[in-house]
């Protein structure tokens, strides 16, 4: 026998008894507060999707779970808390994430993936619309506005995205850029930017190294900065 057919059953758990009178409608689940229960819309518990597909204009084949999220692209996935995955095969998850660039993916708090095949997971990392295919992983990389106290681990001010963001670039660690194409930012407050002639493929790492160009190859690349405050410029 089928469940609707049903005029009376009941359904026990602990104490809780629930007598299904009359069958919710399409889409709802049974609800309960410990004392009674109810048939409601899965929106009303941050469920949005109901079976997990959003056609409703926002996407086809996306799925958008927790609360206030948004999978608008198609293919789109968003969990979590005000999460927005707006474009195709985007990905955005945690608290307040954005990933608009197609295929790419931001994960943890307040991160932004911009660019088509981007990558960012931690806090407050972004790639901007120049960033093809870059990555950021950590805190406040490639982050403009926000000062991060490092006693405390507090972050004050409002973190955007840095102007020029390098395509295919890696910033790893805390507060670092990668400026330019094919650049990598590794350690605490690193800087790979345009130098000499648009060199590309910059190379700082460490602890607030700052790589700005070369005329010719070195170890880790035309204009590189390994250890501790140094400087690699033409």
Not at 147 to 159: D, E, F, M, R, Y
Request: charged share 0%; with cysteine; glycine share 18%.
């Amino acid at each position: 026998s089928h469940l609707n057919s049903l005029n009376a059953s009941c359904i026990s758990s602990g104490s809780l008894a629930v007598n299904l009178i009359a069958p919710g409608s399409t889409g709802q689940v049974l609800w309960t507060t410990g004392g009674s229960a109810a048939w409601v819309a899965t929106s009303s518990l941050g469920i949005t999707g109901g079976s997990g597909l959003v056609n409703n204009g926002t996407g086809q084949c996306a799925i958008a779970l927790g609360c206030a999220s948004t999978a608008a692209g198609n293919c789109a996935f968003a969990s979590g808390y005000h999460n927005t995955a707006s474009a195709t095969s985007s990905s955005a998850s945690g608290y307040c994430n954005t990933a608009s660039g197609c295929y790419s993916s931001a994960f943890g708090y307040k991160n932004t993936a911009s660019a088509l095949n981007s990558s960012v997971f931690g806090q407050s990392n972004f790639t901007s619309s120049g960033g093809l295919g870059s990555v950021a992983i950590g805190l406040l990389n490639n982050s403009t506005g926000g000062t991060l106290t490092n006693a405390t681990g507090v972050i004050t001010g409002t973190p955007a995205a840095c102007t020029t963001i390098g395509y295919s670039t890696t910033a790893v660690g805390i507060c670092n850029v990668a400026c330019s194409a094919l650049s990598t930012a590794v350690g605490y407050g690193n800087i790979a930017s345009v130098g000499y002639a648009g060199v590309l493929g910059n190379v700082a790492l460490g602890y607030k190294n700052t790589a700005s160009g070369g005329q010719g190859p070195v170890a880790y690349g035309p204009g590189s900065a390994v250890g501790i405050c140094n400087s690699a410029s033409c």
